[in-house]
T-cell receptor, first 112, second 114 residues
């Protein structure tokens, strides 16, 4: 019972490099989310997708793009990585509005 | 806008009860969640409550909601070393449709003393 799977688990990039973080869920959920977690902070929403084919900006979308490839997969892309994007990135999914979000184990991204 | 506040640290003795508090600012129609995060891991959903409820109990966990004060608490009975983690309070306004993200507090580090 995999739930939400994120790849890779760890990544180190140089400033200016690009990178795509992958997320897949096997719970047939409609909605998917990307958050970032910084030290001493709660999670902040980057982008979300209410359903296949739709995406919307969250609280901190600058420097990121997303693709909802199909119902299962929601990817997050950094086109030109910056040190300020060093963070732990979490993907989540939920069935309906108000239903709990289920989280992946995170991708730990360092940008030098 | 939405805002969720939590104390950053709580220290309790093993076997005692832990009470983690949270305040929120959103409307009366709100979902409220408690998540647990162990070091290096993702977020594990512990429990959740809708704002038309006052209390929810699940084994060692009790959630109390004071709607008037917009105050939420998570009580962990008989706290064990395995409960050592960061606990996040999160809220989501019920809008009748659409899927907005959650607003999280900064998390409470629960420290267990032997």
């Amino acid at each position: 019972n995999a739930g939400v799977t994120q790849t890779p688990k760890f990544q180190v990039l140089k400033t200016g490099q690009s990178m795509t973080l992958q997320c897949a869920q096997d719970m047939n959920h409609n909605s998917m989310y990307w958050y970032r977690q910084d030290p001493g902070m709660g999670l902040r929403l980057i982008y979300y997708s209410a359903s296949e084919g739709t995406t919307d900006k969250g609280e901190v979308p600058n420097g990121y793009n997303v693709s909802r490839l199909n119902k299962r997969e929601f990817s997050l892309r950094l086109e030109s990585a910056a040190p300020s994007q060093t963070s732990v990135y979490f993907c989540a999914s939920s069935d309906e509005a108000g239903q709990p979000q289920h989280f992946g184990d995170g991708t730990r991204l360092s940008i030098l | 806008g939405e805002d969720v506040e939590q104390s950053l640290f709580l220290s309790v003795r093993e076997g005692d009860s832990s009470v983690i508090n949270c305040t929120y600012t959103d409307s009366s129609s709100t979902y409220l969640y408690w998540y647990k995060q162990e070091p290096g891991a993702g977020l594990q959903l512990l429990t959740y409550i809708f704002s038309n409820m006052d209390m929810k109990q699940d084994q060692r966990l009790t959630v109390l909601l004071n709607k008037k004060d917009k105050h939420l608490s998570l009580r962990i009975a008989d706290t064990q070393t395995g409960d050592s983690a960061i606990y996040f309070c999160a809220e989501k306004e019920y809008s009748g449709g659409g899927a907005d993200g959650l607003t999280f507090g900064k998390g409470t580090h629960l420290i267990i003393q032997p």
